[in-house]
Antibody
């Protein structure tokens, strides 16, 4: 079964840091782009960051550039999202997704909740 | 960045009736490889989104044929014929040309 499992979400104070992880199984992880998508409470979907198969091509949402870092370890079938200088507006469920081709996202993980609040 | 605009933002539908959602992009989604990277997702309450339609009109694995997508360039439509209970939720269009962006979402609810 193709599966993605996120972890690392938590309550953190503004200005704090958090690292999310997503472990993939059921497919050849190193053959795919991977993306983090977030959804603020009651809001729509945003692509936060993505990276290509070997991790050398990376894109970020403008509002997280310089604060978030996406990376991957193909030996561990894992993609990460290091989040620094967190703000209240970063509060969201963060989903890990496999990009099958130009935004054809499947599967989606169940998501991990990040809450930034004092 | 490409802006995706969906209409309507909400829709009340009687089960068994049809529904249609429009999605317009601020730029053409026709890629240099000849494909158009416009996709549709459904998010049911409390669940992550899942893929329904990719590249304008191709139904993803397991998606019933009551779902159909059409359009080209900047104008796209998702049609649902004979809406069933499992079809209620929020529908998002998404363009896959970098950077990828979603529409605002259209909530389809029971009338």
């Amino acid at each position: 079964e193709v599966q993605l499992v996120e972890s690392g979400g938590d309550l953190v104070r503004p200005g704090g840091s958090l690292k999310l992880s997503c472990v993939a199984s059921g497919f050849t992880f190193s053959n795919y782009w991977m993306t983090w998508v977030r959804q603020a409470p009651g809001k729509g979907l945003e692509c936060v960051a993505n990276l290509n198969e070997d991790g050398r091509l990376i894109e970020y949402l403008d509002s997280v550039k310089g604060r978030f870092t996406i990376s991957r370890d193909n030996t561990k079938n894992t993609v990460y999202l290091q989040m620094n200088s967190l703000r209240a507006e970063d509060t969201a469920v963060y989903y890990c997704v496999r990009d099958m081709s130009f935004g054809r996202f499947d599967p989606w993980g169940q998501g991990t909740l990040v809450t930034v609040s004092s | 960045d490409i802006v995706m605009t969906q209409t309507p933002l909400s829709l009340s539908v009687t089960p068994g009736q049809s529904a249609s959602i429009s999605c317009k992009s601020s730029e053409s989604l026709l890629h240099g490889d000849g494909k158009t990277y416009l996709h549709w997702y459904l998010q049911r309450p409390g669940q992550p989104p899942h893929l329904l339609i990719y590249e304008v009109s191709s139904r993803f694995s397991g998606v019933p044929d009551r779902f159909s997508g059409s359009g080209s360039g900047t104008d796209f439509t998702l049609q649902i014929s004979r809406v069933e209970a499992e079809d209620f939720g929020v529908y998002y269009c998404m363009q896959g040309i970098h950077p990828k962006t979603f529409g605002q979402g259209t909530m389809v609810e029971v009338k």
